[in-house]
């Protein structure tokens, strides 16, 4: 097993009027290089289980035991609790980035794409100089399928979907070894949600990054993900790879969430069942949307 971060019994209660266990006793390891998704309906813990890898927890959360560890690429280990201030803010940028759902509307209005993106090598790469940072710049956005000659738009001038992507870009500068993304695509439509989760499975194959992708979306989760993990009530009741979990799935819930998707149990499930990922099939469903559009 070669993992890359390894969660441990971790707990999170939120101190309200009535203490809620939204996280409880978890353990996931996430190997180099895989996609995790992680399934569950609204309110399950999905999105604490995410800030709390990150230590982005605000109060009244806590987390009340367990811990995260990360395996470094040279072969140390980090216990993100002894991480604080800038050590923490510069971990979570250089080793574990996030991308969440609202983030094309986190993008600053009045600053150009150029300078939102050079500003991450300002802070975190200061020994670049003004070229080099520019040239980084360029390719972190035509990695990410956006033409270099965009750093000089401003968001509002960017398509939701485009400016989606200028996130992934941002999370991706510093070439972190983990990527969390909650609910990254949920609201744009089918086809840019389609044309993201290639990318976004394309550039893993390329820089080798492991993903933990959140979603109540599992059909989703069950075409680009390695392993799934389904979540209720704050506990991981089930966790296999995604062709066991859809094939042959045994806990009741699990169950249960599969059957809450027609598509799943109709024709169209037909290509998870064979178990790959066929860009193809991708290609035809964003063909058939793309027909029903017009
Ligand atoms: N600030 C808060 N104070 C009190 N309880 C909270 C707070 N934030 C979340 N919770 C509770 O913690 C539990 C887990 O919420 P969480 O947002 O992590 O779930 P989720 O699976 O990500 O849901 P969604 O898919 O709707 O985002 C829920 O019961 C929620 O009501």
């Given at each position: 097993?070669?993992s890359?971060?390894?969660?441990?019994?971790?707990?999170v209660d939120?101190l309200?009027?009535t203490?809620?266990?939204?996280?409880?006793?978890?353990?996931?390891t996430?190997?180099?290089?895989?996609?995790?998704?992680?399934?569950?309906?609204?309110g399950?813990?999905?999105?604490?289980?995410?800030?709390a890898?990150?230590?982005?927890?605000?109060?009244?959360?806590r987390?009340t035991?367990?811990?995260?560890v990360?395996?470094?690429?040279?072969?140390?280990d980090?216990?993100?609790?002894?991480l604080?201030?800038?050590?923490?803010?510069?971990?979570?940028?250089?080793?574990?980035?996030?991308?969440?759902q609202?983030?094309?509307?986190?993008?600053?209005?009045?600053l150009r794409?150029?300078e939102?993106?050079e500003?991450?090598y300002?802070?975190?790469?200061?020994?670049l100089t003004?070229a080099?940072?520019r040239?980084?710049?360029?390719?972190?956005?035509?990695?990410?399928?956006?033409?270099?000659?965009?750093?000089?738009?401003?968001?509002?001038?960017?398509?939701?979907?485009?400016?989606?992507r200028?996130?992934?870009?941002?999370?991706?500068?510093?070439?972190?070894q983990?990527?969390i993304?909650?609910?990254?695509?949920?609201?744009?439509?089918?086809?840019?949600?389609?044309?993201?989760?290639?990318?976004?499975t394309?550039?893993?194959?390329?820089?080798?990054?492991?993903?933990?992708f959140?979603?109540?979306?599992?059909?989703?989760?069950?075409e680009?993900?390695?392993?799934?993990a389904?979540m209720?009530?704050?506990?991981?009741?089930?966790?296999?790879?995604a062709l066991?979990?859809?094939?042959?799935?045994?806990?009741?819930?699990?169950?249960?969430?599969?059957?809450?998707?027609?598509s799943?149990?109709?024709?169209?499930?037909?290509?998870?069942?064979?178990?790959e990922?066929s860009?193809?099939?991708?290609?035809?469903?964003?063909?058939?949307?793309?027909?029903?559009?017009?």
């Amino acid at each position: 097993m070669n993992s890359v971060l390894s969660i441990e019994s971790l707990s999170v209660d939120y101190l309200a009027e009535t203490t809620v266990h939204a996280v409880r006793e978890v353990s996931l390891t996430l190997e180099r290089g895989e996609i995790l998704g992680l399934a569950g309906e609204s309110g399950c813990g999905k999105s604490t289980l995410a800030y709390a890898i990150t230590r982005l927890l605000k109060p009244p959360a806590r987390i009340t035991a367990g811990r995260v560890v990360f395996a470094s690429r040279e072969g140390y280990d980090i216990d993100l609790s002894s991480l604080a201030g800038d050590d923490l803010r510069a971990f979570r940028w250089d080793k574990i980035a996030m991308v969440f759902q609202g983030a094309m509307n986190s993008l600053n209005p009045v600053l150009r794409i150029s300078e939102q993106l050079e500003d991450v090598y300002i802070t975190h790469r200061p020994e670049l100089t003004k070229a080099e940072r520019r040239s980084r710049c360029g390719e972190l956005l035509e990695r990410v399928g956006v033409d270099r000659d965009r750093l000089r738009a401003y968001p509002h001038e960017l398509s939701g979907g485009m400016r989606q992507r200028v996130m992934i870009a941002m999370a991706l500068a510093l070439e972190p070894q983990v990527l969390i993304m909650d609910e990254p695509t949920t609201a744009l439509d089918v086809v840019v949600q389609r044309e993201i989760l290639r990318e976004i499975t394309r550039l893993r194959s390329e820089l080798g990054f492991a993903v933990i992708f959140i979603t109540h979306d599992l059909p989703l989760l069950l075409e680009i993900s390695d392993r799934i993990a389904v979540m209720r009530a704050g506990l991981i009741v089930e966790l296999d790879d995604a062709l066991t979990l859809y094939s042959k799935p045994k806990h009741p819930y699990t169950k249960r969430l599969l059957s809450s998707f027609p598509s799943l149990t109709g024709e169209r499930g037909g290509f998870v069942r064979t178990g790959e990922l066929s860009l193809d099939e991708t290609e035809q469903t964003v063909e058939a949307v793309e027909m029903e559009i017009q």
